[in-house]
C-alpha cells in the first residue's frame, strides 16, 4: 500500500538547522511532484515547497525562501526539506505530499518546534 514516511522533526533553537526526510513506497514515486507542507496549531495547512516530478521547478513559500531548500532522490524514493535559520514561526507539523493530477497522498507528520 500507499505510504510516506516523515522523519527528522525535534526541538531546535532559533537560527538552528533540521533536515526532514519523506521515504515513499506502494507507488511509482518519479511521477509524482512532491510536496512540504505545515500546519500550526490553529491555523490552515500551508504550502511550504514544492518539487517537480524530476527534480526541476522548486517553488517555495515566500517566508521560507533563502532558507528551505527541497531535494528528491529518485533512486532512493525519498524527498527532503533542509531548513536552515529557523524561526520560531517555522514550529508546526510538516507533512509530506505526493500529487499526480488527481492522485494524493499524504504522510502522517513530523513535529518540528523551534524555541526563542
Known amino acids: 500500500q500507499v505510504q510516506l514516511v516523515e522523519s527528522g522533526g525535534g526541538l531546535v533553537q532559533s537560527g538552528g538547522s533540521l533536515r526532514l526526510s519523506c521515504v515513499a513506497s506502494?507507488?511509482?514515486?518519479?511521477?509524482?511532484?512532491m510536496r512540504w507542507y505545515r500546519q500550526a496549531p490553529g491555523k490552515e495547512r500551508e504550502l511550504v515547497a514544492s518539487?517537480?516530478?524530476?527534480?526541476?521547478?522548486?517553488r517555495y513559500l515566500d517566508s521560507v525562501k533563502d532558507r528551505f531548500s527541497i531535494s528528491r532522490d529518485n533512486n532512493k524514493n525519498t524527498v527532503e526539506l533542509q531548513m536552515n535559520s529557523l524561526k520560531p514561526e517555522d514550529t508546526a507539523v510538516y507533512f509530506c505530499?505526493?500529487?499526480?493530477?488527481?492522485?494524493?497522498?499524504w504522510g502522517q507528520g513530523t513535529q518540528v518546534t523551534v524555541s526563542s
Open positions: 505530499n505526493a500529487l499526480r493530477v488527481q492522485e494524493s497522498y
Open positions: 506502494g507507488f511509482i514515486f518519479r511521477d509524482f511532484a
Open positions: 518539487i517537480g516530478a524530476f527534480g526541476s521547478g522548486t
